[in-house]
């Protein structure tokens, strides 16, 4: 899988947008980026992936660069809620079961 | 719907003791995985699963055994339990099509004394 590297480290004020950014310049055609977070010491939470495409659900936004190479997940108007550890993941192809975690992103939301 | 299931949440084990620990999935998801979490660190691959009857090693598998005899269950086998073994236990489910991404349970806290 392709390895990914973000920031150690984020803040926000509540309300305004959270935009995390995440490199992935190894990537290949079929790996698709996941993000993941991690609230305190909760089991991590699925929040969103995609291929090519910008994609957006309920939670979040996913900006993927045209040459993959790079990815913005957006938090549109963050809360004292959304402060937790964000981890962009790379994964497809034959990876099957293995998602490989790195270090994350912890994203400090401040009233 | 349940989602993943992990017990128990806490336990607490002697060194050289044996135990183990019980996922249980609802969901009909094909994948199945275990990753243990020692502070302020990211999540580490023990085991995968693809299905039922087929199980593959992770990134830190020593110490560990799975089975995957159906669908819904995985459980994580310690053999002989050592303080390096504290961690907090996560485990993880997804369907093929990795749609949905990963569901985790919500953990379970060991500690080897």
């Known amino acids: 899988d392709a390895k990914t590297t973000q920031p150690t480290s984020m803040d926000c004020a509540e309300g305004r947008a959270a935009n995390l950014p995440c490199n992935h310049s190894t990537i290949s055609g079929n790996e698709y980026v996941y993000w993941y977070r991690q609230i305190h010491s909760q089991g991590p939470q699925y929040i969103i992936h995609?291929?090519?495409n910008n994609e957006t659900n309920e939670m979040a936004s996913l900006i993927i660069t045209e040459d993959r190479k790079s990815s913005t997940l957006i938090l549109p108007h963050a809360t004292l809620r959304d402060t937790a550890v964000y981890y962009c993941?790379?994964?497809?192809?034959?990876?099957?079961?293995?998602?490989?975690f790195g270090q994350g992103t912890i994203l400090t939301v401040h009233p | 719907n349940a989602g993943v299931t992990q017990t128990p949440k806490f336990q607490v084990l002697k060194t050289g003791q044996s135990m183990t620990l019980q996922c249980a999935q609802d969901?009909?998801?094909?994948?199945m995985s275990w990753y243990r979490q020692d502070p302020g660190m990211g999540l580490r691959l023990i085991h995968y699963?693809?299905?039922?009857?087929?199980?593959d090693q992770g990134e830190v598998p020593n110490g560990y055994n799975v089975s995957r005899s159906t669908t819904e269950d995985f459980p994580l086998r310690l053999l002989s339990a050592a303080p390096s073994q504290t961690s907090v236990y996560f485990c993880?489910?997804?369907?093929?099509?990795?749609?949905?991404?990963?569901?985790f349970g919500s953990g379970t806290r060991l500690t080897v004394v």
């Open positions: 995609g291929l090519k």
């Open positions: 993880a489910s997804s369907s093929l099509s990795g749609k949905g991404g990963y569901t």
């Open positions: 699963s693809v299905g039922a009857g087929i199980t």
């Open positions: 993941i790379v994964r497809g192809g034959t990876s099957y079961g293995k998602l490989t």
């Open positions: 969901m009909n998801h094909e994948y």
